[in-house]
């Protein structure tokens, strides 16, 4: 929702009014009571004090502290690269100050690749995080033709 307050360059009010809109279920059921709530407070709720309370709610500190810990000691595994992708994309949300900049997701995606992957990789010091993710791809790919085409060969 963020993408298109921006593209549309929405106020606070507008946001709030948008993203309240789209809530539902349990998330709707949790605006009715937390706006009262706001609103005794002060009458206007501005998108960072809806944010704060909303992450207050559904992601507590308890669990944006796991989530940071699982991100930290994510590693590859037996996953494929995109599925490794995928988890430390959905996880690094928890952790920003541990990827402030390209150079240290860099580091970081490196760091949790498979061994025969990282070992292929670090000696090429990229600093991208895109640069990296595309070697381990190419990589990967390449490992498994050479699986591939050594078992068609038995």
């Known amino acids: 929702m963020e993408k298109i307050f921006r593209v549309l360059e929405c106020t606070d009010h507008q946001k709030v009014t948008c993203a309240t809109f789209m809530l539902e ?6 605006w009715k009571t937390s706006r009262q709530i ?10 960072a004090r809806f944010l704060e309370t909303f992450y207050k709610n559904f992601f507590p ?9 699982e991100f930290l000691h994510l590693t590859q595994g037996s996953d494929s690269v995109m599925a490794y992708k995928k988890k ?3 996880l690094a ?11 240290k997701k ?5 760091r949790g690749l498979n061994p025969q992957l990282k070992g292929s990789i670090v000696v090429l010091k990229l600093r991208s995080y895109a640069e990296v993710l595309e070697r381990a ?9 050479t699986i591939q085409g050594n078992s068609s060969k038995v």
């Not at 860099?106 to 490196?110: D, E, G, T, Y």
């Not at 791809?137 to 033709?145: A, I, K, M, V």
């Open 25 to 30: 279920g349990e998330a709707n059921m949790w």
């Open 38 to 47: 706001l609103e005794a407070q002060d009458p206007v709720i501005t998108w």
């Open 61 to 69: 500190e308890s669990l944006k502290e796991r989530k940071e810990v």
């Open 88 to 90: 430390f994309e959905e």
């Open 93 to 103: 949300w928890f952790a920003p100050a541990h990827i402030d900049t390209d150079a």
């Open 106 to 110: 860099a580091k970081k995606l490196l």
């Open 137 to 145: 791809l190419l990589l990967e790919d390449s490992q498994r033709g």
